[in-house]
C-alpha cells in the first residue's frame, strides 16, 4: 500500500533552517509529481511546493519563495524540503502529499 511518512520537523530559531524528508513506498515513485503542504493551527491546509516527476521543475507557494527548495531522490524514492531563514509563521504541521495519498505530517515550531 501507499505510504509517505515525514521526518526532520522540530523546534528551530528565527532564522534558522531544518530539512524535512518524505520516504514514499507503495507506488512508482519516479512517475509522480510530488507536493509539500503546510497546515497551521487554526487554519486551512495550504500549499507549499511541488517538484515534478524527474524532479527538473518546481514551483512554490509566494510565502516561501526564495527561502525554500524542494527536491527529490528517485533513486531513494525521497522528497526533500530545505527550509532556510524560517519565521515564526512558517510554524505548522508539514505534509508530503502524492496524487490522493498523504502523509502523517511533522510539526515545525518556530519560535525564540
Known amino acids: 500500500q501507499v505510504q509517505l511518512v515525514e521526518s526532520g520537523g522540530g523546534l528551530v530559531q528565527p532564522g534558522g533552517s531544518l530539512r524535512l524528508s518524505c520516504a514514499a513506498s507503495g507506488f512508482t515513485f519516479s512517475n509522480y509529481r510530488m507536493n509539500w503542504y503546510r497546515q497551521a493551527p487554526g487554519k486551512e491546509r495550504e500549499f507549499v511546493a511541488y517538484i515534478s516527476s524527474s524532479g527538473d521543475s518546481a514551483n512554490y507557494a509566494d510565502s516561501v519563495k526564495g527561502r525554500f527548495t524542494i527536491s527529490r531522490d528517485n533513486a531513494k524514492n525521497t522528497v526533500y524540503l530545505q527550509m532556510n531563514s524560517l519565521k515564526p509563521e512558517d510554524t505548522a504541521v508539514y505534509y508530503c502529499?502524492?496524487?490522493?495519498?498523504w502523509g502523517q505530517g511533522t510539526q515545525v515550531t518556530v519560535s525564540s
Open positions: 502529499h502524492a496524487f490522493s495519498y
